[in-house]
């Protein structure tokens, strides 16, 4: 059954420094999303992203943000410089139309970052 | 913004039946789901429910909606240990967006 992976499981990083989470979405999709989990709170929408550019996004997703499909199977989440409260379960998502009823999002496992 | 709200903790013994309740704010959320979070995996759709509906069954899982107390229940019959997970409510549809807003997740603990 495909599925979305991201990688790494588990990433710590110093404050400060930049960090890339990885993800391969479901290859026929075209709607892709980040979304994170601070411990012991809400899961948040970060971005949503089709065609090649940004089609939503949060308030939470600063300058400090980016994302890319450098290539056919990778979209990426970049942090520029990671503060203490970036720490949290990152997740991706995929869909093959966009958000809406008939829509359904398949998440990956999630990565961990903790910013030390 | 729509806030979306849940316990986050259920114990229940194996056999019983769970109800997991959530409430959200926006009375203009049209679309309610049910995610469910297992060790190590990442959200998978359960069910979802219009908010033109009151009530959807689909075998062991009933989603109970109240749209005038704005409140979601999900109910889970026959509760397995394999049923063990975080539960997350969520809605779409308020204030234009369709991309859902979630809660913190309720972790449902089955013991024998």
């Known amino acids: 059954e495909p599925e979305v992976t991201q990688t790494p499981s588990h990433q710590v990083t110093q404050m400060g420094q930049e960090v890339i989470l990885r993800c391969v979405p479901i290859?026929?999709?075209?709607?892709f999303y980040w979304y994170r989990q601070i411990l012991g709170q809400k899961v948040e929408f970060l971005v949503s992203f089709y065609n090649n550019e940004i089609s939503e996004k949060s308030e939470i997703f600063d300058d400090q943000f980016s994302v890319e499909r450098p290539d056919g199977s990778n979209f990426t989440l970049k942090i520029r410089s990671t503060k203490l409260e970036d720490s949290a379960m990152y997740f991706c998502a995929s869909s093959e139309e966009g958000p809406g009823l008939n829509t359904e999002a398949f998440f990956g496992q999630g990565t961990r970052l903790t910013v030390v | 913004g729509e806030d979306v709200e849940q316990s986050l903790f259920l114990s229940v013994r194996e056999g019983d039946s769970s109800v997991i309740n959530c409430t959200y704010t926006d009375s203009s959320s049209t679309y309610l789901y049910w995610y469910k979070q297992e060790p190590g995996a990442g959200l998978q759709l359960l069910t979802y429910?219009?908010?033109?509906?009151d009530m959807k069954q689909d075998q062991r899982l009933t989603v109970l909606l109240n749209k005038k107390d704005k409140h979601l229940s999900l109910r889970i019959a026959d509760t397995q240990t394999g049923d063990s997970a975080i539960y997350f409510c969520?809605?779409?549809?308020?204030?234009?967006?369709?991309?859902?807003?979630f809660g913190r997740g309720t972790s449902l603990i089955v013991h024998p």
């Open positions: 429910i219009f908010s033109n509906m």
């Open positions: 969520a809605e779409s549809g308020s204030g234009g967006s369709y991309i859902p807003t």
């Open positions: 290859s026929n999709h075209l709607y």
